[in-house]
């Protein structure tokens, strides 16, 4: 029947040594792998993200910056453009915007010839301090506008990208002008008057204009005071004139009839050629219309209009195109020619910045896959290194359970891993001490209950066959092999009741010279009989004993065992002494915290090899067990069981050929140290 049930236990364990590994996705390795390889991911997405933020933030700043001093450079330089014929003049004018902007500026014809380097103070014809960039910052052309570059609080261009200042035969002589002013203030005062508030303000050209504080006003006294808009002067009809032939010119060579232009370059869709009086109220009235529409920040017109035909949408281009071409025309011997403008640090090279062109991207992609590899090889490196020692563990425990010899773990730095498989190692000589103590005490107790059982079975054999008389003699031989039998069952129970916590004790006030006295008593003949002299030490004379808090009767049982092995172990002519004191701060004074209850002797001694082993169970210096040379072995680990079990602790302090001495230590009864102190001061304790 056994063997099938041993032949599956067999098969289990096979089956547990050829379980297979871990997949790397669930093992410790695999998952410090994904965790490396994360954290460097996230670290390296959160490091690239950061540096980008930082850098665009800063780029854009800086670049923001730069473009706010490059458009205030670009749009002064402009203004030079449009106001002067040639550059001949412009040393003063780069000069104090490259103070003040902290910048190189560098002017160059179209062909790259210089003009001015602020950073070399070089003139006309002569080399730039430095290598200019490769390409210019911008093109300085009053006649074609770089919108980009202009901000709308600056000068703004048309539609024709034509800078406004640029009025070439438009600008008025100093008498034109003041006349206008005239008029003009004249305006404005009415306006006060009514109660509209209004500012006059002069345009490129010198020719002032009314510019309104609110843009919404009440339209009849607007109209009164605007009334009979001031014609163009005869400078301006010069000018007009000249415009209005280039105009007409470019629109003959498109197949287009001529037209006249306004003031303003606007003209009228409806008629072509006017006669010259109603080209004058035609222009007062569109004068007029188009200040109002400024205030009002609308583009309709207070004249009734015809709907706009394709053909007359296609003629308006044709006309458009053709005025900007006649106005460039017209203004080019009054404008600089178009110069390339060149801005950079002082005296510095312009440094082509970081972009993400396939090279820097390869470049940027190869770093992460390098950190990433470097991660993974780091990782696996120490994963290994640290599941290593998990593994010997492991398979250490495995064999533990199947019952196997194991032999001890590799104890590594002293780390947590090599603290774990050091304290292994103490587990598994534990563990193993802890079988062998088992089997031994197995093989203790079969022998112990062997023998009386044996001496029992022989006698009674003995009599039934008719051997031996069931004499008094025979009867008290069975009664004391049956009380020896009882004598260990009990042993075992109480040991048995300790190890569970269920021993039952009823503590209560002992005094220490009260017990050693009694057990002293009972064990003196025996120790006669032996020739050994069992005796009590006397306290200090005038102060008591001490006391403890203890179950007396398991106490007593300790304190017999005691005194019945070192009776036993002693030889005749020897001495047995029974000794209680208190020991803890203050024993010098017959107070401190635990009481000492010894037995000493002055028999063979114990071996020192054998001193930590007197306290085991079945334990004994002489393997024959024979009952002449000792008991069943369970005395003293029952002593020890009784003394934890009271808070308290055994021990035995032994030199081979002069004695032993054992020690329980209790814990003192409270309020035992108030009441010895009194009592050195001169009370006694009462008798029991």
Known sequence: MRRPE???????????????????????????????????SCAVA???????????????????????????????????????????????????LARKSQRRIVLTTEDRRPLFDSAGESSAGAPSAAPLPAQASAVVDPLSVDTVLVPEDMTAAGADRVDPRAVGPFLLPAKERTELRRI????????SSVGIAADMVDSPSGRPRVDFVRDETEPSPELKCLAGESDPTPTEEEALQELDELADACLKRQGHKGTTLNLDLSWDRRSVQLDPSATKALAAKMAADRQQAEKRQTKQKRTEEKPVTAADRGYDRAIASCV??????????????????????????????????????????????????????????????????????????????????????????DNEIGRLAAAFNDMAVHRARLEEQRKVMVSDVAHELRTPLSNIRGWLEAAQDGLADPDPAFVSSLLEEAVQLQHI????????????????????????DDLLGQVAAAYQGPAETAGVTLTVAATTPGRPG??????????????????????????????????????????????????????????????VDDIPHVFDRFWRAEKSRNRSTGGSGLGLAIVLKLAEAQGGTASVVSTEGQGSVFALRLPVAPGEASDNTASVAGAARPDD
């Open 46 to 96: 959160a490091t690239a993200w950061l540096a980008v933020q930082t850098t665009s933030g800063a780029i854009r700043q800086e670049q923001g910056r730069d473009l706010s001093s490059d458009a205030k450079i670009y749009d002064s330089l402009l203004g030079y453009a449009a106001t002067h014929p040639s550059w001949e003049n412009v040393e003063d004018t780069v000069r104090e």
């Open 184 to 191: 003009t203030a004249e305006r404005v005062a009415c306006l």
């Open 489 to 512: 069952i009990d042993d075992l129970q109480d040991l048995g009741a300790a190890d569970a916590g269920a021993l039952r004790l009823h503590p209560e006030p002992v005094y220490a």
């Open 6 to 40: 041993q032949w599956q236990q067999k098969r289990q364990q096979k089956q547990r040594r050829r379980r297979p590994r871990l997949p790397l996705r669930r093992s410790l390795l695999g998952r410090l792998l994904i965790v490396s390889v994360s954290v460097a």
């Open 324 to 413: 900007g071409s006649a106005r460039r025309e017209q203004l080019t011997d009054y404008v600089a020619a178009p110069a390339l403008l060149f801005i950079d640090g002082t005296g510095a090279v312009s440094v082509p910045g970081f972009d993400l062109s396939p090279a820097n991207t390869a470049r940027i992609v190869g770093v992460t896959a390098l950190v990433l590899a470097l991660t993974v090889g780091v990782s696996v490196f120490a994963g290994a290194r640290l599941v290593r020692p998990l593994l010997a563990l492991t398979g250490a425990a495995q064999r533990m359970r199947d019952g196997l010899d194991s032999a001890p773990v590799p104890v590594g730095p």
């Open 546 to 607: 001490p006391s403890l808090y203890a179950d007396p009767v398991r106490l007593r049982q300790a304190v017999s065992n005691l005194v019945s092995n070192a009776v036993r172990h002693t030889p005749s002519g020897g001495r047995v002494t029974l000794r209680s004191y208190m020991t803890g701060p203050g024993e010098g004074d017959g107070v401190g915290d635990e009481v000492v209850l010894e037995v000493s002797d002055t028999g063979a001694g114990i071996p």
